[in-house]
């Protein structure tokens, strides 16, 4: 079965510096999302993506994010200039297909900035 | 300010019994309405989606609609121990396309054998 899947599982990061969260989402899906999930609180939506540009972006998504998809396959998040605030787990999403409206999610990456 | 609202829980339930979940919106023109299961340090799982007014079942698990009332909810029948997870209501306004999802906080269910 297809699934969503990301790299790294887990990043160190110290506070200040750049990190790129990656995500391959499934093949046949147009739409991607990127999320994010605080230790013990709910999940947030940070950015959704179709057709090579942002489609939505939540107060969260400010200066120091952006996405790309530079190739085929690959969806990234950027952090420009992490801060501690940044540490969480962050979920890339994607739909598509047959049922347009429900998306799937990757495994996560654990960011922890120090 | 989109909202969505679950009893925090734990909600406590016998093996063998119906689990019952519970989930309240405020955006009133929310069009899609979806259930996500999420074991303790991994993703969402989706497990159910619902767009209309009624009922929608899938083997065990039934999905509740009532726009009107703003309301949705997830029956679990005969509740296994391996259901123990936090469930988590998800809200989107579009009908389809790239909104992202408003979740609530979830309700963390403890199916006892």
């Known amino acids: 079965e297809p699934e969503v899947t990301q790299t790294p599982s887990h990043q160190v990061t110290q506070m200040g510096q750049e990190v790129i969260l990656r995500c391959v989402p499934i093949?046949?899906?147009?739409?991607f999302y990127w999320y994010r999930q605080i230790l013990g609180q709910k999940v947030e939506f940070l950015v959704s993506?179709?057709?090579?540009?942002?489609?939505?972006k939540s107060e969260i998504f400010d200066d120091q994010f952006s996405v790309e998809r530079p190739d085929g396959s690959n969806f990234t998040l950027k952090i420009r200039s992490t801060k501690l605030e940044d540490s969480a787990m962050y979920f890339c999403?994607?739909?598509?297909?047959?049922?347009?409206?429900?998306?799937?999610f990757g495994p996560g990456t654990r960011l922890t900035v120090t | 300010q989109k909202e969505v609202e679950q009893n925090s829980g734990p909600l406590s339930v016998p093996e063998g019994a119906i689990a019952s979940l519970n989930c309240t919106y405020s955006?009133?023109?929310?069009?899609?309405f979806f259930w996500y299961r999420q074991y303790s340090g991994k993703s969402p799982e989706l497990i159910m989606s619902?767009?209309?007014?009624g009922d929608k079942e899938d083997g065990r698990f039934t999905a509740q609609l009532n726009k009107a009332s703003q309301y949705v909810s997830l029956l679990i029948r005969d509740s296994q121990p391996s259901d123990s997870a936090t469930y988590l209501c998800a809200v989107r306004t579009a009908g389809g396309g790239a909104d992202g999802l408003t979740f609530g906080k979830g309700t963390h269910l403890i199916i006892q054998p």
């Open positions: 999403a994607s739909s598509g297909g047959t049922a347009v409206s429900e998306q799937y």
């Open positions: 993506f179709y057709n090579n540009e942002i489609s939505e």
């Open positions: 093949s046949n899906h147009l739409y």
């Open positions: 619902i767009y209309s007014n």
């Open positions: 955006d009133r023109v929310s069009q899609s």
